[in-house]
């Protein structure tokens, strides 16, 4: 590689230079050409093989849960967060359990626990701690081995080990002396953002969860007969008070770092919590199962799908309350310092600060619980309804249109550019255990209308394929053709006037095909939806600018508003009850034009950058319309 060396920049406000020190990368190369050398690859074969594994492994995650709780599996099996959706991730971030998708000394413990049962039973207590030992090492490496992993498996080996030679295990112990290990390894890594919340959540943990559950017991105890407390006892222990302790002393950290608090995760994690056990025992089972045998692994995901799912949802439910987060600024250096010093004199002084035994009432939490449990069911098991349903997914500034019959098919026209948004989306429709869409129809073959296919029909591939447009008219499309190619699946050339069977008098129906794509209309008795994927002005003129056009319920938009695509006399002509605009918040290209949306000005415009997914659903004769959220609010 060759090139000029650059030193990273840094402001005032933020050094790049130190932030990629921290990571061992001390320069950068903005401009280089690289020569390969015939030299064969020198790779370590251990290494090579366990990343192969991993791969492996998330190949069979996608395989076996839909989205979005394959993203979440991904995170918390294999620590690859990349397959959630931005708002998701956001969502985790904004109630503060994004802990539960990063690898924590949870997931450590859980493993060493099960390790060690299997093995001790097998080759004895020894030999027992020995095998999970290495396991724990290997698993550390297939996860990555970032800061916070590496601090939870070296606690974690320094536990087994003292156990192993009857030396009573000193937590605060463990925690400082992995610390000065992995100090010694890596100066850096003290300032590492991960480490040190991983490290504080620990001591607090350590140093609060014991005194909590007394004092806790205790109060009880003046209140509650003996067997009722001792019932309670230990889930409110294990979800509240342990998820108190471990942020008492992370919150000083998260204000300094990210200047926010997120004030909703005291109530979300004693809500999700109970449900990682499963992700994680059951998932597990069968991500290696299934990779073994797949039968076996869709079997023990149907057993673990609800767990994921319910997690998503309750974070998401609570992800949208006003006031979840809160901004804190001017939280600097000086006021960590000051905090801790509180909290240090606080805790030496623990005794006397009766008043925190007053913690929240198990009812109110078993009732929330259940409340959002039968919530959960009612909503996620989507089947067939008698209605057709037309979606407007929210992927950005392109078209992606998500259409269920009304015996319960599934057919996608167009995609997206992001495999992310639109397998989230995909995943919240479809029900969990149906892993298939009924037809796929490429409507515009442009990169930026069906980039995310590929990737995403990997787990929802169609039994049917329409196409309409070049073939070769972009670099998407050709994987796409590439991937339908290899799992012999046809393609059927659109033609104009050419109709898709929808049931019960349902139609989908092809009115103009160019090389850009096509124009359809979804129809059913008294409701038609326009949907311009693909426009040319020659199909505009094929169609007598919508002239013949009558009834419309709703019009879909052109090319996310871009004004040239979407003519006036095309929009006079159709006249419908709504206009549908999917685009993107802040698009870059300044979307929609702003022109267009004064030729809109008093017809209602449904957009998915204000209102999210939008689906219209009808009998053939009323319609339903249903936004995720009303422009501008937080619902």
């Given at each position: 590689?060759?090139?000029?060396?650059?030193?990273?920049?840094?402001?005032?406000?933020?050094?790049?230079?130190?932030?990629?020190?921290?990571?061992?990368?001390?320069?950068?190369?903005?401009?280089?050409?690289?020569?390969?050398?015939?030299?064969?690859?020198?790779?370590?074969?251990?290494?090579?093989?366990?990343?192969?594994?991993?791969?492996?492994?998330?190949?069979?995650?996608?395989?076996?849960?839909?989205?979005?709780?394959?993203?979440?599996?991904?995170?918390?099996?294999?620590?690859?967060?990349?397959?959630?959706?931005?708002?998701?991730?956001?969502?985790?971030?904004?109630?503060?359990?994004?802990?539960?998708?990063?690898?924590?000394?949870?997931?450590?413990?859980?493993?060493?626990?099960?390790?060690?049962?299997?093995?001790?039973?097998?080759?004895?207590?020894?030999?027992?701690?020995?095998?999970?030992?290495?396991?724990?090492?290997?698993?550390?490496?297939?996860?990555?081995?970032?800061?916070?992993?590496?601090?939870?498996?070296?606690?974690?080996?320094?536990?087994?080990?003292?156990?192993?030679?009857?030396?009573?295990?000193?937590?605060?112990?463990?925690?400082?002396?992995?610390?000065?290990?992995?100090?010694?390894?890596?100066?850096?890594?003290?300032?590492?953002?991960?480490?040190?919340?991983?490290?504080?959540?620990?001591?607090?943990?350590?140093?609060?969860?014991?005194?909590?559950?007394?004092?806790?017991?205790?109060?009880?105890?003046?209140?509650?007969?003996?067997?009722?407390?001792?019932?309670?006892?230990?889930?409110?222990?294990?979800?509240?008070?342990?998820?108190?302790?471990?942020?008492?002393?992370?919150?000083?950290?998260?204000?300094?770092?990210?200047?926010?608090?997120?004030?909703?995760?005291?109530?979300?994690?004693?809500?999700?919590?109970?449900?990682?056990?499963?992700?994680?025992?059951?998932?597990?089972?069968?991500?290696?199962?299934?990779?073994?045998?797949?039968?076996?692994?869709?079997?023990?995901?149907?057993?673990?799908?609800?767990?994921?799912?319910?997690?998503?949802?309750?974070?998401?439910?609570?992800?949208?309350?006003?006031?979840?987060?809160?901004?804190?600024?001017?939280?600097?250096?000086?006021?960590?310092?000051?905090?801790?010093?509180?909290?240090?004199?606080?805790?030496?002084?623990?005794?006397?600060?009766?008043?925190?035994?007053?913690?929240?009432?198990?009812?109110?939490?078993?009732?929330?619980?259940?409340?959002?449990?039968?919530?959960?069911?009612?909503?996620?098991?989507?089947?067939?309804?008698?209605?057709?349903?037309?979606?407007?997914?929210?992927?950005?500034?392109?078209?992606?249109?998500?259409?269920?019959?009304?015996?319960?098919?599934?057919?996608?026209?167009?995609?997206?550019?992001?495999?992310?948004?639109?397998?989230?989306?995909?995943?919240?429709?479809?029900?969990p255990l149906r892993r298939q869409l009924d037809a796929l129809i490429v409507a515009a073959p442009q990169q930026n209308q069906m980039e995310a296919l590929p990737r995403v029909l990997e787990q929802y591939p169609p039994a049917y394929v329409l196409w309409a447009g070049n073939l070769q008219a972009s670099y998407?499309?050709?994987?796409?053709?590439?991937?339908?190619l290899e799992r012999q699946i046809g393609i059927q050339s659109a033609l104009g006037g050419e109709t898709l069977d929808l049931g019960q008098g349902a139609f989908l129906r092809v009115l103009a095909v160019s090389p850009r794509g096509a124009i359809l209309s979804v129809e059913w008795g008294s409701f038609r939806?326009?949907?311009?994927?693909?426009?040319?002005?020659?199909?505009?003129?094929?169609?007598?600018?919508?002239?013949?056009?009558?009834?419309?319920?709703?019009?879909?938009?052109?090319?996310?508003?871009?004004?040239?695509?979407?003519?006036?006399?095309?929009?006079?002509?159709?006249?419908?009850?709504?206009?549908?605009?999917?685009?993107?918040?802040?698009?870059?290209?300044?979307?929609?034009?702003?022109?267009?949306?004064?030729?809109?000005?008093?017809?209602?415009?449904?957009?998915?950058?204000?209102?999210?997914?939008?689906?219209?659903?009808?009998?053939?004769?009323?319609?339903?319309?249903?936004?995720?959220?009303?422009?501008?609010?937080?619902?």
């Amino acid at each position: 590689v060759r090139g000029q060396l650059e030193t990273p920049a840094e402001t005032e406000e933020f050094s790049y230079r130190e932030y990629l020190a921290r990571q061992g990368v001390l320069s950068l190369l903005r401009t280089y050409t690289v020569t390969v050398l015939p030299q064969p690859l020198r790779a370590n074969p251990l290494y090579a093989a366990i990343y192969r594994l991993r791969d492996r492994l998330l190949e069979e995650v996608y395989a076996l849960f839909p989205q979005p709780e394959a993203g979440l599996m991904a995170g918390i099996l294999l620590g690859v967060e990349s397959g959630m959706a931005a708002d998701l991730q956001q969502a985790f971030q904004d109630t503060g359990t994004a802990h539960i998708v990063a690898i924590s000394g949870f997931n450590i413990a859980l493993i060493a626990q099960v390790l060690l049962s299997l093995f001790g039973g097998w080759w004895g207590k020894k030999r027992g701690t020995l095998a999970a030992l290495v396991g724990i090492a290997f698993y550390t490496v297939l996860v990555g081995a970032s800061a916070s992993v590496v601090r939870a498996a070296l606690m974690g080996a320094v536990s087994l080990s003292a156990r192993q030679f009857g030396r009573r295990n000193a937590s605060i112990n463990s925690l400082f002396l992995t610390a000065l290990l992995m100090g010694l390894a890596d100066a850096y890594v003290l300032w590492d953002v991960g480490f040190q919340l991983s490290f504080m959540a620990t001591l607090g943990l350590i140093l609060y969860s014991q005194t909590l559950q007394d004092a806790l017991k205790a109060g009880l105890e003046r209140i509650l007969p003996a067997i009722t407390v001792k019932i309670l006892i230990a889930p409110l222990s294990d979800y509240v008070l342990l998820t108190f302790a471990a942020q008492l002393t992370t919150l000083p950290v998260i204000a300094y770092h990210f200047g926010r608090l997120s004030v909703s995760s005291f109530f979300v994690n004693p809500l999700v919590l109970p449900a990682q056990p499963p992700v994680m025992i059951l998932g597990g089972l069968a991500v290696i199962l299934g990779a073994i045998f797949r039968p076996l692994g869709v079997f023990f995901a149907w057993l673990t799908w609800v767990f994921p799912a319910y997690t998503i949802r309750i974070v998401e439910t609570f992800a949208q309350i006003s006031g979840g987060v809160w901004v804190v600024e001017g939280f600097g250096f000086s006021a960590l310092l000051l905090f801790y010093a509180i909290l240090a004199l606080a805790t030496l002084y623990a005794s006397r600060l009766w008043a925190a035994r007053r913690l929240v009432t198990s009812s109110l939490v078993l009732l929330i619980l259940a409340t959002l449990t039968v919530n959960l069911w009612r909503t996620s098991l989507n089947g067939a309804d008698g209605l057709l349903h037309l979606t407007v997914l929210d992927v950005g500034s392109t078209s992606a249109v998500l259409l269920k019959t009304p015996d319960g098919r599934f057919l996608l026209i167009n995609g997206g550019e992001s495999a992310n948004r639109l397998g989230d989306q995909l995943g919240r429709r479809i029900p969990p255990l149906r892993r298939q869409l009924d037809a796929l129809i490429v409507a515009a073959p442009q990169q930026n209308q069906m980039e995310a296919l590929p990737r995403v029909l990997e787990q929802y591939p169609p039994a049917y394929v329409l196409w309409a447009g070049n073939l070769q008219a972009s670099y998407a499309a050709s994987q796409l053709q590439e991937w339908l190619l290899e799992r012999q699946i046809g393609i059927q050339s659109a033609l104009g006037g050419e109709t898709l069977d929808l049931g019960q008098g349902a139609f989908l129906r092809v009115l103009a095909v160019s090389p850009r794509g096509a124009i359809l209309s979804v129809e059913w008795g008294s409701f038609r939806v326009i949907l311009p994927m693909g426009v040319t002005y020659e199909s505009f003129e094929m169609l007598e600018n919508g002239s013949r056009l009558r009834g419309v319920s709703a019009l879909l938009l052109a090319e996310s508003g871009y004004l040239p695509a979407n003519p006036p006399l095309w929009l006079e002509n159709l006249q419908p009850q709504f206009f549908l605009l999917s685009v993107a918040a802040g698009d870059l290209d300044g979307l929609p034009a702003p022109a267009l949306l004064e030729t809109l000005e008093g017809y209602t415009l449904l957009r998915t950058d204000q209102n999210g997914w939008i689906d219209l659903a009808t009998n053939g004769q009323d319609l339903w319309v249903t936004v995720e959220k009303e422009a501008g609010s937080e619902k």
